[in-house]
């Protein structure tokens, strides 16, 4: 069975990169389709473009995390496999994976994106790249701290360790697919097994040359709270554009309570508001 370590770019995923060395690491990329959003350093974008096969425009995460990867890659001295299979927008317009049209973005109650731009392409890499047959396996290791337990908990009570994948179409009749239940990966949680809390995740990574993002995954996560939102309005207002496009479209917001993003960017605090103040924001399923 190969172990897979599933990066964010986050510190702790990173923490787990170093310290539990494993046979593949890979890191989903979030793409996006605004050139307003790209890169400032083109020979960035290039050096994305061929780690993903595809030409490469934007990104819905900080652009701290696409540089640290590379950074990343260096210190543990291994290849970080890049996976993208669609981006963000094609959600809105096209098909998810398992058919369908979206009516709604996604939010807390619908939280596709992370299946199909984090899961799915991770899936597809290993069915396709790794196994032998549908009765493989992997051990992927997530970036749960022991501070986190509950994270742990919530990932075995869901149905991440199995996909509904379709393997052929039928060539008669309607042609439909002929989808089949693949348990494809075992979790398995490292730094919750040896006691790594989030105080010695961070006091490892201090005086180290990598910059971290203030937060991972993407600026405009609908499970971040109004400080991080309103924060990242400031540190990264095109992507954040980006998200306050999308709630034009017809289908819905992002926090599903009428709190537009546009209004989140004209909010003002009776006190200057930091990251310290955020709540958390790990609670969609991608890891930190």
């Given at each position: 069975?190969?172990?897979?370590?599933?990066?964010?770019g986050?510190?702790?995923?990173?923490?787990?990169?170093?310290?539990?060395?494993?046979?593949?690491?890979?890191?989903?990329?979030?793409?996006?389709?605004d050139h307003?959003?790209?890169?400032?350093?083109?020979?960035?974008i290039?050096k994305?473009?061929?780690?993903?096969?595809h030409?490469?425009?934007?990104?819905?995460?900080?652009?701290?995390?696409?540089?640290?990867?590379?950074?990343?890659?260096?210190?543990?001295?291994?290849?970080?496999?890049?996976?993208?299979?669609?981006?963000?927008?094609?959600?809105?317009?096209?098909?998810h994976?398992?058919?369908?049209?979206?009516?709604?973005?996604?939010?807390?109650?619908?939280?596709y994106?992370?299946v199909?731009?984090?899961?799915?392409?991770?899936?597809?890499?290993?069915?396709?790249?790794?196994?032998?047959?549908?009765?493989?396996?992997?051990?992927m290791?997530?970036?749960?701290?022991?501070?986190?337990?509950?994270?742990?908990?919530?990932?075995?009570?869901s149905?991440n360790?199995s996909?509904?994948?379709?393997?052929?179409?039928?060539?008669?009749?309607?042609?439909?697919q002929?989808?089949?239940?693949?348990?494809?990966?075992?979790?398995?949680?490292?730094?919750?097994?040896?006691?790594?809390?989030?105080?010695?995740?961070?006091?490892?990574w201090?005086?180290?040359?990598?910059?971290f993002?203030?937060?991972?995954?993407?600026?405009g996560c609908?499970?971040?709270?109004?400080?991080s939102?309103?924060?990242?309005?400031?540190?990264a207002?095109?992507?954040?554009?980006?998200?306050?496009d999308?709630?034009?479209?017809?289908k819905?917001?992002?926090?599903?309570?009428?709190?537009?993003y546009?209004?989140i960017?004209?909010?003002?605090?009776?006190?200057?508001?930091?990251?310290?103040?955020?709540?958390?924001?790990?609670?969609?399923?991608?890891?930190?």
């Open positions: 069975m190969k172990t897979i370590n599933s990066l964010s986050g510190r702790t995923s990173s923490y787990m990169a170093v310290h539990y060395p494993s046979d593949v690491n890979v890191f989903a990329l979030v793409e996006i389709n307003r959003a790209s890169p400032v350093d083109s020979k960035l290039q994305i473009s061929d780690k993903i096969g030409q490469f425009i934007a990104t819905a995460e900080d652009d701290k995390t696409l540089i640290l990867m590379f950074e990343l890659e260096q210190i543990i001295g291994r290849e970080i496999t890049w996976l993208s299979a669609r981006t963000f927008d094609s959600l809105f317009v096209k098909k994976m398992f058919g369908g049209i979206p009516n709604r973005l996604p939010s807390w109650a619908r939280r994106c992370t199909e731009l984090k899961i799915v392409p991770i899936f597809e890499y290993c069915f396709l790249k790794l196994f032998e047959s549908i009765h493989d396996i992997v051990e290791r997530i970036g749960y701290r022991a501070d986190e337990k509950h994270r742990q908990e919530q990932f075995l009570n149905s360790e996909m509904l994948y379709p393997l052929y179409c039928n060539y008669y009749g309607q042609r439909r002929v989808k089949r239940k693949l348990n494809w990966r075992k979790g398995s949680f490292p730094l919750i097994d040896d006691c790594i809390t989030n105080s010695i995740v961070v006091k490892y201090q005086n180290k040359s990598l910059q993002p203030s937060q991972s995954n993407c600026v609908f499970h971040k709270d109004p400080v939102l309103k924060l990242q309005w400031e540190s207002p095109k992507k954040m554009q980006w998200f306050a999308q709630e034009k479209i017809g819905g917001s992002w926090l599903n309570n009428k709190l537009y546009e209004k960017k004209e909010m003002r605090f009776t006190l200057p508001i930091s990251y310290d103040m955020a709540g958390s924001s790990c609670s969609g399923g991608c890891t930190d």
